[in-house]
């Protein structure tokens, strides 16, 4: 959808009420996006006053109103043009690569709503009275029928409804995106991405093991995520719509810290913004777990963690040393000489092969347990998806004992080269231009780890499909 058409058609939308012909911006024409309808007339032409209709044919209304006139109005004067929504929402979809199968207009004028043959809902804000309790009601569908789905809204900003998401658990199962942002379909793809893995991973699972049973099984176990997966799955987009102001990285920050909170020991309301002026990363982890039957301790991994909250991580211009060294420094010096230390950052993305740049210029602050690790947003979000998802975190904890086991490959940089793990070094994110060149470098760098969304779904799915004791532990007892 180009730039002039998608201009056209957020206006008539955003009117929210059909108009005259000559009210009809180009290049809108009826037939296409825009369709015909008849308008009864509730006035007196004459004075304005309420009428009633006292005879209408094909061609003309005949009407009386309170002052006793009588009016002959022409069919032809009470056309009015109105959004074919239904073909607005069938090329949303087309951008999206994907195939309108049903619309239902039957909500209107509040929302309309259409299924695609790859499962996802979408959703149209049209003319609604209340426009929180329309942002509710698609939620509560949403909800119901435990689908991906994209909220299309005409306003400029998503903010009052990430803010409603809270309310509804919705969590990553809707992402808003304004009428304004269609016209950026790769946006829209990775946004609806996340929500699509996450759920068909659960929904995998769920048939895998429970066969028919899955719908009342998703319906008790299967937990939604809450407000902080729904800020996660919503940065992005805050962030392309211009919500979150450039240089202001706090929702980022705070946001990965409680995802990190919830993952492994922190230390809470220190680092970043909570100790402005110090030089101090936005947070720092702990991450190691003892061993237990049949399996070895794990190494601890002391995680040293910057956030870039940058539509793009600005690596070209992120200085080694005067900061990041005193990270590294303290790590090494003060808080952890025995184990591993990984120095992440938290990204949006990356502008062609930076990360490989910086790391070139970093690695010689490095001692020989340091590492450095640049972990997408998409990949957190999925990752923090699946811990809140009673029905992925049991089948990642059957095949690895817990959680932690399950995601430490991410974060310790020799179990992630190890030969067991050699499909998750070429889960590569896409660089555009001499994208083998790209791969080549980053193999040729085990200190430098880029976990993104396939690096994640990649390593879930290894451990889910893998024979595993505890499985047959537990399935033996039922037998």
């Given at each position: 959808?180009?730039?002039?058409?998608?201009?056209?058609?957020?206006?008539v939308i955003t009117r929210g009420k059909p108009v005259p012909v000559e009210k009809v911006p180009d290049p809108l024409e009826p037939g296409e996006y825009i369709v015909e309808r008849v308008q009864e007339p509730t006035t007196c032409?004459?004075?304005?006053?309420?009428?009633?209709?006292?005879?209408?044919?094909?061609?003309?209304?005949?009407?009386?109103?309170?002052?006793?006139?009588?009016?002959?109005?022409?069919?032809?004067?009470?056309?009015?043009?109105?959004?074919?929504?239904?073909?607005?929402?069938?090329?949303?979809?087309?951008?999206?690569?994907?195939?309108?199968?049903?619309?239902?207009?039957?909500?209107?004028?509040?929302?309309?709503?259409?299924?695609?043959?790859?499962?996802?809902?979408?959703?149209?804000?049209?003319?609604?009275?209340?426009?929180?309790?329309?942002?509710?009601?698609?939620?509560?569908?949403?909800?119901?029928?435990?689908?991906?789905?994209?909220?299309?809204?005409?306003?400029?900003?998503?903010?009052?409804?990430?803010?409603?998401?809270?309310?509804?658990?919705?969590?990553?199962?809707?992402?808003?995106?304004?009428?304004?942002?269609?016209?950026?379909?790769?946006?829209?793809?990775?946004?609806?991405?996340?929500?699509?893995?996450?759920?068909?991973?659960?929904?995998?699972?769920?048939?895998?093991?429970?066969?028919?049973?899955?719908?009342?099984?998703?319906?008790?176990?299967?937990?939604?995520?809450?407000?902080?997966?729904?800020?996660?799955?919503?940065?992005?987009?805050?962030r392309e719509n211009g919500e979150i102001k450039p240089g202001s990285g706090d929702l980022l920050e705070q946001t990965a810290e409680a995802v990190f909170m919830h993952l492994f020991p922190t230390q809470p309301d220190r680092g970043?913004?909570?100790?402005?002026?110090?030089?101090?990363?936005?947070?720092?982890?702990?991450?190691?777990?003892?061993?237990?039957?049949?399996?070895?301790?794990?190494?601890?991994?002391?995680?040293?963690?910057?956030?870039?909250?940058?539509?793009?991580?600005?690596?070209?211009?992120?200085?080694?040393?005067?900061?990041?060294?005193?990270?590294?420094?303290?790590a090494r010096k003060h808080s952890f000489q025995h184990g591993s230390v990984a120095h992440i950052f938290v990204v949006l993305d990356i502008n062609g092969r930076q990360e490989i740049k910086y790391f070139d210029r970093i690695k010689?602050?490095?001692?020989?347990?340091?590492?450095?690790?640049?972990?997408?947003?998409?990949?957190?979000?999925?990752?923090?998806?699946?811990?809140?998802?009673?029905?992925?975190?049991?089948?990642?904890?059957?095949?690895?004992?817990?959680?932690?086991?399950?995601?430490?490959?991410?974060?310790?940089?020799?179990?992630?080269?190890?030969?067991?793990?050699?499909?998750?070094?070429?889960?590569?994110?896409?660089?555009?231009?001499?994208?083998?060149?790209?791969?080549?470098?980053?193999?040729?760098?085990?200190?430098?780890?880029?976990?993104?969304?396939?690096?994640?779904?990649?390593?879930?799915?290894?451990?889910?499909?893998?024979?595993?004791?505890?499985?047959?532990?537990?399935?033996?007892?039922?037998?």
């Amino acid at each position: 959808m180009d730039s002039k058409l998608l201009d056209s058609l957020h206006a008539v939308i955003t009117r929210g009420k059909p108009v005259p012909v000559e009210k009809v911006p180009d290049p809108l024409e009826p037939g296409e996006y825009i369709v015909e309808r008849v308008q009864e007339p509730t006035t007196c032409p004459k004075c304005e006053e309420g009428i009633v209709i006292v005879d209408d044919t094909d061609d003309r209304f005949e009407i009386r109103c309170h002052n006793n006139h009588f009016e002959t109005i022409p069919t032809a004067d009470r056309l009015r043009y109105a959004p074919d929504l239904n073909q607005v929402l069938a090329t949303v979809a087309d951008d999206l690569n994907l195939t309108l199968t049903s619309f239902d207009g039957q909500s209107l004028p509040r929302f309309a709503q259409a299924e695609t043959a790859h499962g996802t809902l979408l959703y149209l804000i049209y003319a609604p009275r209340n426009y929180c309790d329309t942002v509710k009601q698609i939620y509560e569908d949403a909800i119901e029928r435990g689908q991906p789905a994209l909220l299309i809204t005409p306003q400029d900003e998503i903010t009052d409804i990430v803010e409603l998401q809270f309310l509804f658990s919705v969590g990553h199962l809707v992402q808003a995106v304004p009428f304004s942002k269609l016209d950026n379909p790769a946006l829209l793809k990775q946004t609806l991405r996340t929500a699509e893995e996450v759920e068909n991973l659960g929904q995998d699972i769920i048939e895998q093991r429970f066969g028919a049973s899955q719908d009342t099984l998703r319906e008790r176990a299967n937990t939604n995520p809450r407000y902080i997966l729904s800020v996660l799955s919503n940065i992005r987009m805050l962030r392309e719509n211009g919500e979150i102001k450039p240089g202001s990285g706090d929702l980022l920050e705070q946001t990965a810290e409680a995802v990190f909170m919830h993952l492994f020991p922190t230390q809470p309301d220190r680092g970043g913004e909570a100790d402005s002026g110090q030089n101090l990363p936005d947070n720092v982890f702990y991450l190691w777990e003892q061993g237990s039957y049949k399996h070895t301790d794990y190494e601890p991994v002391l995680g040293v963690v910057d956030t870039k909250s940058g539509k793009t991580a600005n690596f070209a211009k992120e200085k080694a040393s005067g900061k990041h060294d005193n990270y590294l420094d303290l790590a090494r010096k003060h808080s952890f000489q025995h184990g591993s230390v990984a120095h992440i950052f938290v990204v949006l993305d990356i502008n062609g092969r930076q990360e490989i740049k910086y790391f070139d210029r970093i690695k010689e602050e490095y001692a020989e347990n340091m590492y450095m690790v640049v972990l997408t947003l998409d990949a957190l979000t999925t990752i923090f998806a699946a811990y809140l998802s009673s029905v992925i975190s049991n089948e990642l904890k059957l095949g690895s004992t817990s959680f932690t086991r399950a995601i430490y490959p991410f974060f310790h940089r020799d179990t992630f080269n190890a030969d067991q793990n050699t499909d998750l070094r070429r889960q590569f994110r896409i660089v555009g231009r001499s994208q083998e060149g790209y791969q080549i470098n980053l193999l040729e760098r085990p200190d430098l780890l880029v976990i993104n969304q396939d690096t994640v779904i990649t390593h879930f799915r290894n451990i889910i499909d893998r024979d595993a004791e505890i499985k047959e532990i537990l399935g033996r007892y039922f037998k």
